[in-house]
């Protein structure tokens, strides 16, 4: 079992601050997705990151992709009350009987008040 | 592109009862559905792989008899919770594969069991 550790469990800031959430692992991934997940509603895929190295940007936040695809993080730039929500990170194991499964992080909620 | 539906959104039983719940990919071919579970403040858990035209694999720990998943087609997954109790009231997901490891997810089905 490939384990991914997310931390922080919790993060809560003012708006127009900058986060950082991390996902580890002592494993290997051939991919890993970031989703963020509002209460009652499905996760909804934010990135896919492939390449080792890799850094992606979408709007405010950036994602990079360890040199060794065991670890990622996700850095948010001059948070908004609207990026408020349970980001997961899940990687996608390199085993061809694991193909298409994700192991998921526990999670980190993200709370930014006005 | 890639939407993922599900159908009831919301589902209140009496314990002792059978409920179903749908999962469709509205725009694409899915070969390959998952099914989550999901408990308040927690992430999401795998409970069953469904490829179209094959058996579930489970995963461990899942009862395979008391949800039952049926991949008729390759937009259709279906969980079926037989002989509800209680303590399987929960945040049921599915997501689906569209050709590579991104995993597109559904927007949830919370079931309560009284």
């Known amino acids: 079992t490939q384990l991914l550790e997310q931390s922080p469990q919790f993060l809560s800031i003012q708006e127009g601050e900058n986060l950082t959430v991390y996902c580890n692992s002592s494993s290997v991934f051939s991919s890993l997705q970031w989703y963020r997940q509002e209460p009652g509603e499905g996760p909804v895929l934010l990135v896919t990151?492939?390449?080792?190295?890799e850094v992606k940007k979408l709007k405010r936040l950036t994602f990079q992709f360890g040199d060794a695809r065991k670890d990622s993080s996700l850095h948010i730039t001059a948070a908004q009350p609207g990026d408020t929500g349970l980001y997961l990170c899940?990687?996608?194991?390199?085993?061809?009987?694991?193909?298409?499964?994700?192991?998921f992080g526990a999670g980190t909620q993200v709370v930014v008040t006005p | 592109g890639a939407v993922v539906s599900q159908h009831p959104s919301r589902v209140i039983c009496k314990s002792g009862t059978s409920v179903k719940i749908e999962c469709r990919s509205l725009?694409?071919?899915?070969?390959?559905m998952f099914w989550y579970r999901q408990f308040p403040k927690q992430s999401l858990m795998l409970m069953a792989t469904?490829?179209?035209?094959?058996?579930?694999?489970?995963e461990q720990g899942v009862e395979k008899d008391k949800f039952l998943i049926n991949h008729a087609s390759l937009t259709l997954s279906t969980l079926t919770v037989t002989s509800a109790h209680p303590e399987d009231s929960s945040f049921y997901i599915c997501s689906a594969i569209s050709g590579t490891d991104t995993q597109y997810f559904g927007p949830g089905t919370r079931l309560t069991v009284l």
């Open positions: 725009d694409f071919q899915a070969t390959t």
């Open positions: 990151v492939v390449t080792g190295g």
């Open positions: 469904s490829n179209e035209g094959s058996k579930a694999t489970y």
């Open positions: 899940a990687g996608a194991g390199l085993a061809t009987d694991s193909w298409g499964k994700l192991q």
